[in-house]
Each structure stands twice: as structure tokens, then as C-alpha cells.
């Protein structure tokens, strides 16, 4: 895992091999979803503050996901048509991170 430079819980993430060239397979160090399985085939689909919708947000803001599917602490990403899956890992990586460099901390008074 690479250093991310960030403040938070870095996220182990493993490429695992697919025979489909459009899939992803990511094996984190975390379990996003105990036993349940979550599908998101759109970003609408992926609504409240579970930890796999919340990836499911994410990995669709990339423009690179077509579908997610998540079980456990595998996540699955059939890709866009034209897209190369290389900006997945990183938000995978980052999940967990609260601080980045360059960001102002927010005070809290009162």
C-alpha cells in the first residue's frame, strides 16, 4: 500500500484477478458489509450511511463504475465502457482517511 500522506485508517486494498476484462475485484482489510451482499447499478441506488453505499458513492463519482457489487470486504466493479479502472484503488485506499494535505482543520468552539 502506498503512502497516502493522509490522517486516518489506511485501507489494505488487493487486486484480485477477474476473467472478464470489464470486471475489478478489490480485497480490502476491512468488511464494508458483514455477510450481506449490496448491488448498486447507479449512484441513486446508493442512498444512507452505510459503508457500502458510501463506496458505491464514491467509486461512481469516478465515472469509471458501471455496476458495484459488495460482500464483505471484496468489492466488484464492472467498468464503464471506456474505462481503464485505474482511479478505483485510490478511493478504496482513502475510504477512511479524514484529513488530506492541504485541507484547513475545522475549529470548533462552543
Do not use: C
Not at 489506511?10 to 475489478?24: E, I
Not at 444512507?48 to 463506496?55: I, L, Q, T
Not at 471506456?82 to 478504496?92: D, F, M, R, T
Request: charged share 20%; glycine share 10%; no cysteine.
Amino acid at each position: 500500500m502506498a503512502n497516502l500522506g493522509g490522517v486516518g485508517q489506511p485501507v489494505a486494498v488487493k487486486r484480485l484477478a477477474s476473467a472478464d476484462a470489464r470486471v475489478r475485484r478489490f480485497e480490502l482489510n476491512r468488511a464494508l458489509t458483514g455477510q450481506g451482499h449490496e448491488r448498486f447499478a447507479s449512484v441513486s441506488q446508493a442512498v444512507g450511511p452505510r459503508p457500502a453505499a458510501e463506496v458505491a458513492r464514491r467509486l461512481f463519482a469516478t465515472g469509471e463504475a458501471e455496476t458495484i457489487h459488495v460482500f464483505s470486504n471484496v468489492v466488484t466493479v464492472r467498468l464503464a465502457p471506456g474505462a481503464s479502472g485505474e482511479a478505483l484503488a485510490p478511493v478504496l485506499e482513502r475510504l477512511y482517511e479524514y484529513w488530506k494535505p492541504g485541507m484547513i482543520p475545522t475549529v470548533v468552539t462552543g
